[in-house]
């Protein structure tokens, strides 16, 4: 069902706000869960790079100019998409439909944090995960989001920098483009596409309400998510073993990150046999449990 903006905009007025309320809000338009999935897959890209241990303070500057760049990009996708998310039953209680910010604080905020973090990383990291960062930064928010309302193949776009946080972390231990950290950047990419179209397909509605033409919605009958998703986890198998061959893992990875893509394969095999929610929960529900395993793996056959 389509959310009345009218309602959606005013529903904590600005003259009701307390410094509490305004924090409470920023904390949610920073989208804390996202955030946290960014800060751990460059932690992970930090160890796995060089397989040697990082200073504690370069790994922490690192997190936190990066987290910083994240939050104002995330922050001013919500601007962009304010009147979309109006539109959506799972995004109307955001921060900016439902009225518990102005459009111009998020603006500022948004700007703020991003310029903060940028320069915090070019003072205390290095140029490379300055300008990589940055990049994912352009990506996301002046490319990804706007062809958002024009086109469903959008999201190889937006998993550019869905994926740059293994490049980000690499780039902090001074090896930016290593094998290791562009295996790992590939990994995220390719993990992607099934976990996108399951969402995809699950909010199909509220999509299509919204404007967004992500492939469920260009393509009702599901044929278009589910090629994707299957497409995605097939070359995610073979790319999955890349460390490998660099000699920076052994065989208990390989055997590990084999049995989760052959897992994650089969969902998107049977979410392309049978479009469902159900087969789509279940494959969303997957591709939330391969990247911790994965990122276990990597980490054990590093240090072990």
């Given at each position: 069902?389509?959310?009345?903006?009218?309602?959606?905009?005013?529903?904590?007025?600005?003259?009701?706000?307390?410094?509490?309320?305004?924090?409470?809000a920023i904390w949610h338009l920073s989208?804390?869960?996202?955030?946290?999935?960014?800060?751990?897959?460059?932690?992970?890209?930090?160890?796995?790079?060089?397989?040697?241990?990082l200073p504690v303070l370069t790994l922490?500057?690192?997190?936190?100019?990066?987290?910083?760049?994240?939050?104002?990009?995330?922050?001013?996708?919500?601007?962009?998409?304010?009147?979309?998310?109006?539109?959506?039953?799972?995004?109307?209680?955001?921060?900016?439909?439902?009225?518990?910010?102005?459009?111009?604080?998020?603006?500022?905020?948004?700007?703020?944090?991003?310029?903060?973090?940028?320069?915090?990383?070019?003072?205390?990291?290095?140029?490379?995960?300055?300008?990589?960062?940055?990049?994912?930064?352009?990506?996301?928010?002046?490319?990804?989001?706007?062809?958002?309302?024009?086109?469903?193949?959008?999201?190889?776009?937006?998993?550019?920098?869905?994926?740059?946080?293994?490049?980000?972390?690499?780039?902090?231990?001074?090896?930016?483009?290593?094998?290791?950290?562009?295996?790992?950047?590939?990994?995220?990419?390719?993990?992607?596409?099934?976990?996108?179209?399951?969402?995809?397909?699950?909010?199909?509605?509220?999509?299509?309400?919204?404007?967004?033409?992500?492939?469920?919605?260009?393509?009702?009958?599901?044929?278009?998510?589910?090629?994707?998703?299957?497409?995605?986890?097939?070359?995610?198998?073979?790319?999955?073993?890349?460390?490998?061959?660099?000699?920076?893992?052994?065989?208990?990875?390989?055997?590990?990150?084999?049995?989760?893509?052959?897992?994650?394969?089969?969902?998107?095999?049977?979410?392309?046999?049978?479009?469902?929610?159900?087969?789509?929960?279940?494959?969303?529900?997957?591709?939330?449990?391969?990247?911790?395993?994965?990122?276990?793996?990597?980490?054990?056959?590093?240090?072990?």
């Amino acid at each position: 069902m389509a959310i009345d903006t009218t309602t959606a905009t005013s529903t904590s007025p600005a003259s009701d706000r307390s410094l509490a309320t305004v924090l409470l809000a920023i904390w949610h338009l920073s989208r804390p869960r996202i955030v946290a999935m960014v800060a751990l897959t460059t932690l992970v890209g930090a160890l796995a790079a060089t397989g040697q241990p990082l200073p504690v303070l370069t790994l922490l500057n690192a997190l936190l100019g990066t987290t910083a760049v994240v939050v104002g990009a995330i922050a001013l996708n919500q601007r962009i998409e304010h009147l979309s998310d109006c539109r959506m039953l799972r995004t109307a209680g955001r921060p900016l439909p439902s009225g518990q910010l102005r459009d111009r604080e998020v603006t500022w905020y948004a700007t703020a944090v991003t310029a903060f973090g940028l320069v915090y990383l070019a003072t205390t990291v290095n140029l490379p995960i300055t300008l990589l960062t940055a990049l994912s930064w352009l990506i996301y928010v002046w490319v990804y989001t706007p062809l958002k309302v024009f086109t469903a193949w959008q999201t190889p776009i937006g998993a550019i920098p869905g994926a740059m946080p293994a490049l980000l972390g690499a780039a902090a231990a001074g090896a930016a483009f290593s094998l290791n950290g562009l295996a790992l950047f590939a990994v995220v990419y390719f993990w992607q596409f099934p976990h996108a179209m399951a969402i995809a397909w699950l909010y199909r509605k509220q999509f299509a309400e919204a404007g967004l033409k992500v492939a469920s919605v260009t393509d009702p009958t599901g044929r278009t998510a589910t090629t994707i998703a299957v497409v995605g986890a097939a070359v995610l198998l073979p790319v999955s073993l890349l460390p490998l061959f660099a000699a920076a893992v052994g065989w208990g990875y390989a055997l590990t990150t084999t049995a989760a893509g052959i897992a994650y394969l089969a969902g998107s095999i049977a979410f392309l046999r049978a479009p469902t929610d159900r087969t789509a929960r279940t494959l969303l529900r997957v591709s939330l449990v391969y990247l911790p395993v994965v990122f276990a793996a990597v980490l054990l056959a590093v240090f072990l």
